[in-house]
């Protein structure tokens, strides 16, 4: 059975006392440091095993690449994603802002939410994750490198990452309300409201599917989960400031009295309440 990482660093640190060339070890070292946060060690331990492997594409790249970004050392991060093989990043030593796709991630109470890729290990979330997750619509987290199951969508299959932290929080509070919708299109225009005013809602009815951990951890087309809805009523995760939130569901509402109402069910994610 393999050993907790802070159990197996001084074991590795021992062997590397007596044989310090020993590329492998240096590489194992970095990954216990990467799975406890350590990154300037992590960050160390990789170099040692680049020093002495020299190889293009080696994997200890990559977690110096996650070790210089969670560090903000973009000219390492840089030269880390070059060295692994990834082209047209460029020296320097500023961020890397780009647009390198959506992507699926897990976070660390096992939900798994989308985002865009914004580097090779970074992702800002933009589905809206549910409030007891601790995360929110706008984070910015860095990722690990090596997959964690598969999603499917737009049929295209997405390789799925867990999140290692939360790189940079967002100041946007997650709402959630309970609403009634007399047809899809008093939904759709619940979600394009708050798109169009630069905040975010999703109908967690229709969206969400839970899944077993077999399932999330693999590929969730292998079998289906029953889901329910109950008539008319809607969960809406919404990311937006409660003044203005409240504002635009009023609006929302007084659009269509007859079809739609709503109410709040959890505004514990509030600047006061944090």
Known sequence: MLLPPDQRVPIYRAHLER????????????????????????????ERALAL?????????????IAATALRDWGTARRAWRGFGIDG?????????AD?????????LGEVVW?????????????????????????????DGQP???????????SVFDVLERWSPSEI???????????????????EMFEANHFAAEDWTTNVRVLCEACSTGNPGEHRHSTSRDGNGHS???????????????GWVAASPQSRRYEWTDTTDLPSAL
Not at 53 to 65: E, K, M, Q, V, Y
Not at 100 to 108: E, I
């Open 173 to 191: 509070p997650t709402l959630v309300a309970a609403a009634e919708c007399g047809s899809d299109d008093d939904a759709l225009e619940l979600v």
């Open 19 to 46: 044989k310090p060339k020993d590329a492998a070890i240096w590489f194992d070292l970095g990954l216990a440091h990467k799975f406890l946060r350590e990154w300037a060690d992590c960050a160390e331990a990789n």
């Open 89 to 97: 990043i460029l020296d320097g030593d500023d961020p890397i802002e």
């Open 53 to 65: 492997s020299h190889r293009r594409g080696d994997p200890a790249w990559w977690n110096l690449g």
């Open 115 to 143: 985002g865009k890729r914004i580097d090779p290990a970074r992702v800002k979330v933009y589905s809206i994750p549910f409030v007891h997750s601790g995360y929110r619509w706008g984070d910015i987290v860095s990722h």
């Open 148 to 158: 964690a199951g598969q999603r499917e969508w737009g049929g295209r299959t997405y």
């Open 236 to 250: 809406f995760g919404i990311a937006c400031p409660l003044g203005l939130a409240s504002s635009l569901m009023e």
């Open 100 to 108: 390198y796709g959506s992507t699926p991630v897990r976070l660390p």
